[in-house]
T-cell receptor, first 114, second 115 residues
């Protein structure tokens, strides 16, 4: 099993640019989560999907952030426009809803906005 | 509301000594509890979970955790620490008040094992 795949692994961009982060969950998993991790705020849940449907986006910091899951094997997190305070490591995780509930994390995307 | 607390930001242990990383929880109903480990520049890795059954749960890399209902604790333990165990450890609990698959993470405890 390939595990959760995220791309890119590193992204450096200038303030005001659009950033798109990508995630491929583990095959067969039907819940997908986007997290953000910083030294100051720790690990934060941004949004999660069950069966491709967004369930809770209360963690999305503001309207500049959006997430989609067009099918069971792909999700994107978009920031437009990006700001320096968005610099963080963004993780995607997946699990089988109503299964064991443990989530499996991808390697993360380290985003730096200058 | 469900929550977990990790009272120690940092735990320091000498190699070969036993280690304990503490976690307490607050839930309504029966808890589903988890431990994760994060090595530098990596994603979180699932270590072990408690759902029901034996209070002592065994997981990856020789770790185990003890569920204590009366003390509402789920401490992570290992009999003999290795330098390679140095990492950030997260306790987590299933959020029973939301969709089934959401879990809530603690703030993390940094474990440092000195040679």
């Amino acid at each position: 099993d390939a595990g959760v795949i995220q791309s890119p692994r590193h992204e450096v961009t200038e303030m005001g640019q659009e950033v798109t982060l990508r995630c491929k969950p583990i095959s067969g998993h039907n819940s997908l989560f986007w997290y953000r991790q910083t030294m100051m705020r720790g690990l934060e849940l941004l949004i999660y999907f069950n069966n491709n449907v967004p369930i809770d986006d209360s963690g999305m910091p503001e309207d500049r952030f959006s997430a989609k899951m067009p099918n069971a094997s792909f999700s994107t997190l978009k920031i437009q426009p990006s700001e320096p305070r968005d610099s963080a490591v963004y993780f995607c995780a997946s699990t089988l809803a109503m299964g064991g509930f443990e989530q499996y994390f991808g390697p993360g995307t380290r985003l730096t906005v200058t | 509301a469900q929550s977990v607390a990790q009272p120690e930001d940092q735990v320091n242990v000498a190699e070969g000594n036993p280690l304990t990383v503490k976690c307490t929880y607050s839930v309504s109903g029966n808890p589903y509890l988890f431990w994760y480990v994060q090595y530098p520049n990596r994603g979180l890795q699932f270590l072990l979970k408690y759902i029901t059954g034996d209070n002592l749960v065994k997981g990856s890399y020789g770790f185990e955790a003890e569920f204590n209902k009366s003390q509402t604790s789920f401490h992570l333990k290992k009999p003999s620490a290795l330098v390679s165990d140095s990492a950030l450890y997260f306790c987590a609990v299933r959020d029973m008040g939301s969709s089934a698959s959401k879990i809530i993470f603690g703030s993390g405890t940094r474990l440092s094992i000195r040679p």
